[in-house]
């Protein structure tokens, strides 16, 4: 019966009016959605930068003259073209103009360091590199040891208004570099500038691989995703499936998550351009910037991941801000603790729908019923359309688990990638018979809700008990001097492992491990009460804001062989 319980998809009775259980696919690849969308909406705004508008039809006026740029620089059909920018006009832009071209894009985080960049530029082999000028100078100096040949640098105050432009080099509010001179290093003006918009025609092929998209590093090496044309283009599809009310061109996307993580660029920039959507682009998504651009330009739709909702439910400015105008604000990347969810919509009245994806899935597997369904605070949701989903035993990771316990999460749909650039084997691990093996141990419920339990190379083994991290994080959150909280597994002599909970208190609290200790005890069994509380004012994040658990349990295992 449990076996059968996952093949009957419970969760399709969950799904609001309208949204189909299989997608008929359109075979269109997101540079010719771009077109079709531009005839629609020529003069509707399609970004917003600072308060620079880009209209559509010059947004694909710039595509077409940085795609015939990359074409004179000798880019062709499969050749990779790195980006190293924050959410920027120029990111958008390039994205749309190396896919035009047959290209393969490959996104880069602007804070990764030489060594994880020098990786990320080798394994794609990336032949051009379109980065911010504050970059350029250390991307000259790494060029030699990688296949870029170009450089084309931008920067910040490019797209800013005059004014702005004036006082933020004036009052240093945003940066801007001085490039050293080199051969085969370019200015973003210049070469648009430079070249008409009316690049070769290049036919993007469905089934060709479209990025290489890296993985964040959480639990490894950072791998190279390949993403296909087909598997951007039906994502967009399926999530414009799960939105039926929503028309083309009458919303505002708050462009904050970073599109050089998959979430941002599936979810917030082409969609907006899938949908006719204006983008209000935030570079830095810092409490303050995204309160003002909430503010400024009204946003109704938010993407957003658990450290941004926490950021500004402890920023002053949120009492001043009116977040009425978001119909929808989701939430993805990492769990979202309950408590922080009422928390911030009691503060704001807005109400946030969780959901699940990974880099390996484009990334959206599961979403709560936006508008006309049951959300389950603390669910990350049903699957979405055309998406299949199990949990599997975690020692045969075969046997589906009788519906209510845990096992590994495994997934199947169009949206799930081609594999591992250079990787069988970690590719033969991930994909197994067309399912994808997401790494993550979850539950459903009777009626096909999912929820995460937690990682399943996070979990602690203390005195043959299995612990999960997120039980014991979800009881410091409910605390109310705590900010942000997370949970190891450290060595213990008799017990294996033991647990270590590290804590950000909110600012001008004060507390001691003593006090927190007790707080547990009449809300977790005995063993999985933390042995150990370390204070520390922040904790290492990765570019959307997970909290990295890996990091802080190789820093204590270090720390523990000295």
């Given at each position: 019966?449990?076996?059968?319980?996952?093949?009957?998809?419970?969760?399709?009775?969950?799904?609001?009016?309208?949204?189909?259980?299989?997608?008929?696919?359109?075979?269109?690849?997101?540079?010719?959605?771009?077109?079709?969308?531009?005839?629609?909406?020529?003069?509707?705004?399609?970004?917003?930068?600072?308060?620079?508008?880009?209209?559509?039809?010059?947004?694909?006026?710039?595509?077409?003259?940085?795609?015939?740029?990359?074409?004179?620089?000798?880019?062709?059909?499969?050749?990779?073209?790195?980006?190293?920018?924050?959410?920027?006009?120029?990111?958008?832009?390039?994205?749309?103009?190396?896919?035009?071209?047959?290209?393969?894009?490959?996104?880069?985080?602007?804070?990764?360091?030489?060594?994880?960049?020098?990786?990320?530029?080798?394994?794609?082999?990336?032949?051009?590199?379109?980065?911010?000028?504050?970059?350029?100078?250390?991307?000259?100096?790494?060029?030699?040891?990688?296949?870029?040949?170009?450089?084309?640098?931008?920067?910040?105050?490019?797209?800013?208004?005059?004014?702005?432009?004036?006082?933020?080099?004036?009052?240093?509010?945003?940066?801007?570099?001085?490039?050293?001179?080199?051969?085969?290093?370019?200015?973003?003006?210049?070469?648009?500038?430079?070249?008409?918009?009316?690049?070769?025609?290049?036919?993007?092929?469905?089934?060709?691989?479209?990025?290489?998209?890296?993985?964040?590093?959480?639990?490894?090496?950072?791998?190279?995703?390949?993403?296909?044309?087909?598997?951007?283009?039906?994502?967009?599809?399926?999530?414009?499936?799960?939105?039926?009310?929503?028309?083309?061109?009458?919303?505002?996307?708050?462009?904050?998550?970073?599109?050089f993580h998959v979430f941002g660029l599936s979810v917030s920039m082409n969609f907006s351009i899938f949908a006719g959507w204006c983008q209000v682009l935030v570079p830095r998504p810092q409490p303050q910037p995204l309160l003002e651009a909430i503010r400024s330009f009204r946003p109704t739709f938010a993407p957003l991941v658990p450290t941004m909702y926490i950021g500004m439910l402890n920023h002053p400015d949120l009492k001043k801000t009116d977040m009425?105008?978001?119909?929808?604000?989701?939430?993805?990347?990492?769990?979202?603790?309950?408590?922080?969810?009422?928390?911030?919509?009691?503060?704001?009245?807005?109400?946030?729908?969780?959901?699940?994806?990974?880099?390996?899935?484009?990334?959206?597997?599961?979403?709560?019923?936006?508008?006309?369904?049951?959300?389950?605070?603390?669910?990350?949701?049903?699957?979405?359309?055309?998406?299949?989903?199990?949990?599997?035993?975690?020692?045969?990771?075969?046997?589906?688990?009788?519906?209510?316990?845990?096992?590994?999460?495994?997934?199947?749909?169009?949206?799930?990638?081609?594999?591992?650039?250079?990787?069988?084997?970690?590719?033969?691990?991930?994909?197994?018979?067309?399912?994808?093996?997401?790494?993550?141990?979850?539950?459903?419920?009777?009626?096909?809700?999912?929820?995460?339990?937690?990682?399943?190379?996070?979990?602690?083994?203390?005195?043959?008990?299995?612990?999960?991290?997120?039980?014991?994080?979800?009881?410091?959150?409910?605390?109310?001097?705590?900010?942000?909280?997370?949970?190891?597994?450290?060595?213990?002599?008799?017990?294996?492992?033991?647990?270590?909970?590290?804590?950000?208190?909110?600012?001008?609290?004060?507390?001691?491990?003593?006090?927190?200790?007790?707080?547990?005890?009449?809300?977790?069994?005995?063993?999985?009460?933390?042995?150990?509380?370390?204070?520390?004012?922040?904790?290492?994040?990765?570019?959307?804001?997970?909290?990295?658990?890996?990091?802080?349990?190789?820093?204590?295992?270090?720390?523990?062989?000295?």
């Amino acid at each position: 019966m449990a076996e059968t319980r996952y093949l009957e998809k419970p969760w399709l009775k969950s799904y609001e009016a309208g949204v189909p259980e299989f997608l008929t696919y359109e075979e269109i690849c997101m540079p010719d959605i771009l077109e079709r969308t531009t005839k629609k909406f020529p003069e509707k705004p399609a970004l917003i930068f600072q308060g620079t508008t880009v209209t559509f039809r010059q947004l694909k006026e710039m595509v077409d003259r940085m795609a015939a740029c990359l074409t004179d620089f000798g880019v062709k059909q499969g050749d990779a073209v790195a980006i190293l920018l924050p959410n920027v006009i120029p990111c958008v832009v390039s994205y749309f103009a190396i896919l035009k071209v047959g290209a393969i894009t490959v996104m880069n985080n602007p804070l990764y360091s030489d060594p994880e960049l020098e990786h990320q530029f080798n394994d794609s082999g990336a032949k051009v590199l379109i980065t911010l000028d504050v970059l350029a100078n250390r991307m000259i100096d790494l060029r030699p040891r990688t296949q870029v040949k170009q450089i084309i640098h931008t920067c910040i105050g490019d797209y800013l208004p005059a004014l702005k432009r004036v006082l933020g080099k004036w009052l240093k509010k945003y940066p801007f570099g001085e490039v050293k001179a080199a051969p085969d290093v370019y200015l973003w003006k210049d070469c648009l500038a430079k070249y008409p918009p009316n690049p070769p025609a290049v036919t993007c092929r469905f089934d060709d691989v479209a990025m290489y998209q890296y993985t964040g590093g959480t639990t490894g090496v950072s791998k190279g995703v390949m993403l296909t044309h087909a598997n951007l283009s039906k994502q967009v599809q399926q999530i414009k499936a799960w939105l039926p009310a929503l028309r083309e061109g009458e919303e505002t996307m708050l462009g904050a998550l970073p599109y050089f993580h998959v979430f941002g660029l599936s979810v917030s920039m082409n969609f907006s351009i899938f949908a006719g959507w204006c983008q209000v682009l935030v570079p830095r998504p810092q409490p303050q910037p995204l309160l003002e651009a909430i503010r400024s330009f009204r946003p109704t739709f938010a993407p957003l991941v658990p450290t941004m909702y926490i950021g500004m439910l402890n920023h002053p400015d949120l009492k001043k801000t009116d977040m009425s105008c978001i119909k929808g604000a989701f939430s993805g990347s990492a769990p979202l603790p309950v408590e922080v969810i009422h928390e911030f919509e009691q503060a704001t009245g807005a109400v946030i729908v969780e959901g699940f994806g990974m880099t390996e899935t484009t990334p959206v597997t599961h979403v709560n019923p936006f508008a006309g369904g049951v959300r389950k605070v603390g669910s990350i949701g049903v699957p979405i359309s055309d998406t299949e989903c199990r949990i599997v035993d975690l020692e045969d990771e075969v046997t589906d688990v009788p519906v209510g316990e845990r096992g590994e999460l495994i997934v199947k749909g169009p949206q799930v990638m081609l594999g591992y650039k250079g990787k069988p084997d970690e590719t033969a691990k991930t994909i197994r018979n067309g399912w994808c093996y997401t790494g993550d141990i979850a539950t459903m419920d009777e009626d096909g809700y999912f929820y995460i339990v937690d990682r399943k190379k996070d979990m602690i083994i203390s005195g043959g008990f299995n612990v999960y991290p997120r039980d014991i994080d979800e009881v410091f959150y409910l605390h109310p001097k705590v900010q942000e909280a997370c949970s190891i597994g450290v060595p213990h002599p008799t017990r294996g492992e033991s647990v270590k909970v590290f804590v950000v208190l909110k600012e001008g609290e004060t507390a001691t491990q003593e006090e927190l200790i007790e707080y547990c005890k009449t809300r977790l069994a005995t063993y999985k009460l933390p042995a150990e509380i370390e204070f520390r004012k922040e904790l290492p994040k990765t570019n959307v804001g997970k909290i990295l658990r890996k990091q802080l349990r190789a820093e204590e295992l270090e720390k523990r062989k000295k």
